[in-house]
Nanobody, 119 residues
Framework: QLVETGGGLVQTGGSLRLSCAAS????????MGWFRQTPGKEREFVAA????????HYAEFVKGRFTVSRDNTENTGYLHMDGLEPEDTAVYYC??????????????WGQGTQVTVST
């Protein structure tokens, strides 16, 4: 029910905007979060936004660089990433759920989109 787009290859310092499109308006009533995963590591929290968009949450390592937002009229969430670093290289997943920080809080997941940051 969730489809991420917008990943790709970018140079260090560059920007990307990821989108997460929901197939149903029902998703608009869930919090939406972004996680990322690299091979051999656990999926880690990146950012999340409440269903209304009034509250946002970020991992320390992206504060000031990434911005999470959503447009419920379009059933779509966004993760705008600036100042990308090679350490940000990962598969990025969006999820919809009732919490923010834990994978277990999310009931729906997208298939992921690859972000690669070159030096």
């Amino acid at each position: 029910q969730l489809v991420e787009t917008g990943g790709g290859l970018v140079q260090t310092g560059g920007s990307l905007r990821l989108s997460c499109a929901a197939s149903t308006h029902e998703i608009s009533y869930y919090a939406m979060g972004w996680f990322r995963q690299t091979p051999g590591k656990e999926r880690e929290f990146v950012a999340a936004i409440s269903w209304s968009g009034a509250h946002t949450h970020y991992a320390e390592f992206v504060k000031g660089r990434f911005t999470v937002s959503r447009d419920n009229t379009e059933n779509t969430g966004y993760l705008h990433m600036d100042g990308l670093e090679p350490e940000d290289t990962a598969v990025y997943y969006c999820g919809a759920g009732t919490g923010y920080y834990r994978r277990e809080d999310y009931s729906f997941w997208g298939q992921g989109t690859q972000v690669t940051v070159s030096t």
